[in-house]
């Protein structure tokens, strides 16, 4: 079980200003009040509207070249959004633009020598640079026609944005095009790791649509597409049916339940705007800002957003929905059913043995990708149950989870009032401290929809990830002091020196027993084949 996330160190210097490099002294100064207020609020999480995939002017496919920089941002703020970053078409000249215009003003001001029109712009864009943060950036076309999204913090010049451009073998010609065709570029992964270098985020465009590098029936072998969606450089995925059920939606198939993409990935929405509004002739042709995610973070910044991408933290995003189309979160949870992060159970009675199973969940939970647990509903169709005495419910949960689970985790509680009665929604992260240990002596893990008592192997893993460890060095005898055998187990029987999937100890076992001596050894290198296709007479395996 290897569900180990990479966390990226180091960062950039916390912003600035909100429209990105200095334009002028007044706007530095609000972002440095922006900044202040930031210190001032504590740290508190809170929901913050972001749209990270927008396109300006700049970009040589704008449906309506007309509209000004400053009408953009307007329209930005008017939408609600708290973060946005522009990201045209293997360019940065929208972000110069602004950039420019801001200087300018800033000079004629400087000079007394401002119209009263240019004053009321200039107040407009201060007033603007500190109620939304601007995250400069823009979308990559690499090998094949393949759109990266590479977002970078607000004080990025844009020297080394076009700098990074030239490294992804965007030609110096094409740099103010704004155009979707570069020529020859670069392959997907060597763009990942460049954005990263160069200080940025790489985040996978439309991933499950046109030029995503998830997209269906694109012919290209299953390792490739393994690569283009679990590199380590790869911040997110943004997908255009975040909010679907189907159980063909792309976060469910890379909800990390994949024996091919062990590594869950942090989905988002964007709107791809190329205009100011909706198309009423088009639905699918989106408005600034009408298609966003909503990230919950300490403060709006762009390392807030990185450490929240890197993180295990996957209840932290969520498509942002308009107040009059708020959806039953408990009726949308049970259309899609138990799964990798989520279960449900009617009660949590001491009597019968229920609140144990839902601590096992909880268990669960904390030694994998963390959970959500809804307490007083199931997922079968038909009206909820509910609880007669939440509250109470929730007491007891929480008493016994303090007793009975080591070390202590941190648990989220929630009660949400439904015609049918009360549900408890508990929620928790994936642990620091792993492993956790229901009433001294059992480790459960979550595996898709199923909680189960974790293997021997399962717990090695789980010890090793707590201290920054692979179980692949222990397996290989590079951990030193480590002789940790990886036989499997089989039929609820130990390799020797551990317990079963039943949890059972067979007390047995040879020390010292060298690998081969073990009739249940199983080799700990190769390559596991998990599908394979013929094409032009010659086999290809995945």
Same mark, same amino acid.
């Given at each position: 079980?290897?569900?180990?996330?990479?966390?990226?160190?180091?960062?950039?210097?916390?912003?600035?200003?909100?429209?990105g490099?200095?334009?002028?002294?007044?706007?530095?100064r609000?972002?440095?009040?922006s900044?202040?207020?930031?210190?001032?609020?504590?740290?508190?999480?809170?929901?913050?509207?972001? @749209?990270?995939? =927008?396109?300006?002017?700049?970009?040589? *496919?704008?449906?309506?070249? +007309?509209?000004?920089?400053?009408?953009?941002? $307007?329209t930005?703020?008017e939408?609600?959004?708290?973060?946005?970053?522009?990201?045209?078409?293997?360019?940065?000249?929208g972000v110069?633009?602004?950039?420019?215009?801001?200087?300018?003003?800033?000079r004629l001001?400087?000079?007394n020598r401002?119209t009263?029109e240019?004053r009321?712009?200039?107040?407009?864009w201060?007033k603007?640079?500190?109620?939304?943060?601007?995250?400069?950036g823009?979308?990559?076309?690499?090998t094949?026609?393949f759109?990266?999204?590479a977002?970078?913090p607000p004080?990025t010049s844009v020297r080394?944005?076009?700098?990074?451009?030239?490294?992804?073998?965007?030609?110096?010609d094409?740099?103010?095009a704004?155009?979707?065709?570069t020529?020859?570029?670069? @392959?997907v992964? =060597?763009?990942?790791?460049?954005?990263? *270098?160069s200080?940025?985020i +790489?985040?996978?465009?439309?991933?499950?649509? $046109?030029?995503?590098?998830?997209?269906?029936?694109?012919?290209?072998?299953?390792?490739?597409?393994?690569a283009?969606?679990q590199?380590?450089?790869?911040s997110?995925?943004e997908?255009?049916?975040?909010?679907?059920?189907?159980?063909?939606?792309?976060?469910?198939?890379?909800?990390g339940?994949?024996?091919?993409?062990p590594?869950?990935?942090?989905c988002?929405q964007?709107?791809?705007?190329?205009?100011?509004?909706?198309d009423?002739?088009?639905?699918?042709?989106l408005?600034?800002?009408?298609?966003?995610?909503?990230?919950?973070?300490?403060e709006?910044?762009?390392?807030?957003?990185?450490?929240?991408?890197?993180?295990?933290f996957?209840?932290?995003?969520?498509?942002?929905?308009?107040?009059?189309?708020?959806?039953?979160?408990?009726?949308?949870?049970?259309?899609?059913?138990?799964?990798?992060?989520?279960s449900?159970h009617?009660s949590?009675?001491?009597?019968?043995?229920?609140?144990t199973v839902v601590?096992?969940?909880?268990?669960a939970?904390?030694?994998?990708?963390g959970?959500?647990?809804?307490v007083?509903a199931?997922?079968?169709?038909?009206?909820?149950?509910?609880?007669a005495?939440?509250?109470?419910?929730?007491?007891?949960l929480?008493?016994a989870l303090?007793e009975?689970?080591?070390?202590?985790?941190e648990a989220?509680?929630?009660?949400l009032?439904?015609?049918g009665?009360?549900?408890?929604r508990i929620?928790?992260?994936?642990?620091?401290?792993?492993?956790y240990?229901?009433?001294?002596?059992?480790f459960?893990?979550?595996?898709?929809?199923?909680?189960?008592?974790?293997?021997r192997?399962?717990?090695?893993a789980?010890v090793?990830?707590?201290?920054?460890?692979s179980s692949?060095?222990v397996a290989?005898?590079d951990?030193?002091?480590?002789p940790?055998s990886?036989?499997?187990?089989r039929?609820g029987k130990?390799?020797?020196?551990?317990t079963?999937?039943?949890?059972?100890?067979?007390g047995?076992?040879?020390?010292?027993?060298?690998a081969?001596?073990?009739?249940?050894?199983?080799?700990q290198?190769?390559?596991?084949?998990?599908?394979?296709?013929?094409?032009?007479?010659?086999?290809?395996?995945?």
């Amino acid at each position: 079980m290897s569900r180990r996330r990479r966390t990226r160190a180091g960062g950039q210097p916390a912003r600035q200003s909100r429209t990105g490099e200095a334009g002028s002294q007044s706007a530095s100064r609000e972002g440095a009040q922006s900044q202040a207020r930031g210190r001032q609020s504590g740290g508190k999480l809170r929901w913050y509207k972001a @749209d990270l995939h =927008t396109h300006t002017p700049a970009s040589n *496919d704008y449906e309506e070249p +007309a509209v000004s920089y400053l009408q953009w941002l $307007t329209t930005a703020r008017e939408r609600g959004l708290d973060i946005v970053a522009i990201t045209d078409h293997n360019t940065v000249a929208g972000v110069a633009a602004i950039r420019r215009e801001i200087e300018w003003l800033t000079r004629l001001k400087e000079e007394n020598r401002l119209t009263p029109e240019e004053r009321s712009n200039l107040e407009q864009w201060l007033k603007l640079a500190n109620e939304i943060v601007i995250l400069p950036g823009f979308e990559f076309t690499a090998t094949f026609g393949f759109h990266i999204l590479a977002i970078y913090p607000p004080d990025t010049s844009v020297r080394k944005l076009e700098h990074t451009l030239l490294r992804l073998n965007v030609p110096e010609d094409r740099l103010l095009a704004g155009s979707t065709e570069t020529g020859a570029s670069t @392959d997907v992964t =060597t763009a990942y790791e460049t954005i990263v *270098d160069s200080g940025g985020i +790489a985040i996978a465009a439309h991933a499950n649509s $046109t030029n995503g590098v998830a997209m269906r029936n694109f012919p290209f072998g299953g390792q490739t597409k393994i690569a283009y969606t679990q590199d380590e450089n790869l911040s997110a995925l943004e997908v255009t049916d975040l909010e679907s059920r189907s159980r063909r939606a792309t976060s469910r198939f890379f909800n990390g339940s994949k024996t091919e993409y062990p590594r869950k990935m942090h989905c988002i929405q964007g709107s791809d705007a190329h205009r100011l509004d909706n198309d009423p002739r088009n639905s699918r042709r989106l408005g600034l800002g009408e298609r966003a995610t909503e990230l919950l973070l300490p403060e709006p910044t762009f390392d807030a957003i990185r450490e929240l991408f890197a993180s295990r933290f996957f209840d932290r995003t969520r498509p942002f929905r308009a107040p009059e189309k708020e959806v039953d979160h408990l009726a949308a949870a049970r259309a899609e059913g138990p799964n990798q992060t989520q279960s449900f159970h009617e009660s949590a009675n001491i009597k019968g043995g229920r609140q144990t199973v839902v601590l096992a969940d909880l268990c669960a939970f904390a030694n994998t990708d963390g959970g959500t647990i809804f307490v007083g509903a199931s997922a079968r169709k038909g009206k909820v149950k509910g609880l007669a005495a939440s509250k109470q419910v929730q007491t007891e949960l929480q008493q016994a989870l303090s007793e009975r689970l080591t070390p202590p985790l941190e648990a989220r509680f929630e009660i949400l009032a439904n015609s049918g009665g009360d549900v408890l929604r508990i929620g928790v992260d994936a642990g620091d401290s792993k492993p956790y240990c229901l009433d001294g002596s059992k480790f459960y893990v979550r595996n898709d929809a199923e909680t189960s008592l974790a293997l021997r192997d399962e717990i090695v893993a789980l010890v090793l990830e707590s201290v920054g460890l692979s179980s692949d060095l222990v397996a290989n005898g590079d951990a030193e002091d480590a002789p940790v055998s990886t036989g499997a187990a089989r039929d609820g029987k130990s390799d020797g020196n551990g317990t079963g999937r039943s949890g059972v100890s067979d007390g047995g076992g040879k020390q010292g027993a060298s690998a081969s001596d073990d009739p249940f050894y199983l080799p700990q290198d190769g390559v596991e084949i998990v599908s394979s296709e013929t094409r032009g007479g010659t086999a290809y395996y995945v």
